[in-house]
């Protein structure tokens, strides 16, 4: 009963693909983001949905785009990979309110790309 | 602009030791939340800890406590009795109430305890 989960874990891929990362949480909440974290552990926000709509968009390339079927997922599609997108992707969720809720964090996908 | 720092990048202790973990944060909200992460060699973000900047009560939970010193924007963690099992990359994190769901994390300290 994993409360938020991705797949693939790992994935490993050419320069030039396009590729998709999925997640899922169980959890019920609204919120749902997008981290990158890259070799020096360091962690940045890429997205936030909130209910299908984007509130966060950081300076993020366009290559990246993610996409919410519905409130539990939110997918993240990357286009023309590129060296520098290798890196740890993590998936989060919380239920935002006016007390700020924890973010409850997938296992990551780690991405190669060579 | 909210921001976070770790200063300590690395830091090894003997098992049994305590360490302090330090977190520094700045921000002009008044209402703004403090998060701690473990990240294991596994990989995981596993949640520590949450704390609202309405309540500086410290809080001790088994061998971890933590420190919130508004006075000095610092939100610190200790372990007590350190154990080969803390062995980690801890992240501090900042969300203000008016940065909608806007978390930013610290830079991240690395703690290796030996046996």
């Known amino acids: 009963d994993t409360a938020v989960s991705q797949t693939p874990k790992y994935l490993v891929t050419q320069m030039g693909n396009d590729k998709s990362i999925k997640c899922e949480q169980n959890l019920g909440h609204d919120t749902m983001y997008w981290y990158k974290q890259d070799s020096k552990k360091f962690l940045k926000i890429m997205f936030s949905?909130?209910?299908?709509?984007?509130?966060i968009n950081e300076t993020v390339p366009n290559r990246f785009s993610p996409k919410s079927p519905d409130k539990a997922h939110l997918n993240l599609h990357i286009n023309s990979l590129e060296l520098g997108d290798s890196a740890v992707y993590f998936c989060a969720s919380n239920q935002p309110g006016p007390i700020r809720e924890t973010q409850y964090f997938g296992p990551g996908t780690r991405l190669l790309v060579l | 602009a909210q921001k976070v720092t770790q200063a300590q990048t690395e830091i090894s202790v003997v098992e049994k030791e305590d360490v302090t973990l330090d977190c520094v944060y700045e921000?002009?909200?008044?209402?703004?939340?403090l998060f701690w992460y473990k990240q294991p060699p596994s990989g995981e973000l596993v949640f520590l800890i949450r704390r609202n900047s309405f309540d500086e009560q410290n809080e001790i939970s088994g061998r971890y406590s933590w420190n919130f010193q508004k006075s000095t924007s610092s939100f610190n963690f200790t372990i007590t009795a350190s154990q080969v099992v803390d062995s980690a990359v801890y992240f501090c994190a900042l969300s203000e109430a008016s940065n909608n769901n806007d978390m930013r994390f610290g830079a991240g300290t690395r703690l290796t305890v030996k046996p």
């Open positions: 949905y909130n209910n299908k709509e984007l509130i």
């Open positions: 921000t002009r909200d008044t209402t703004y939340y």
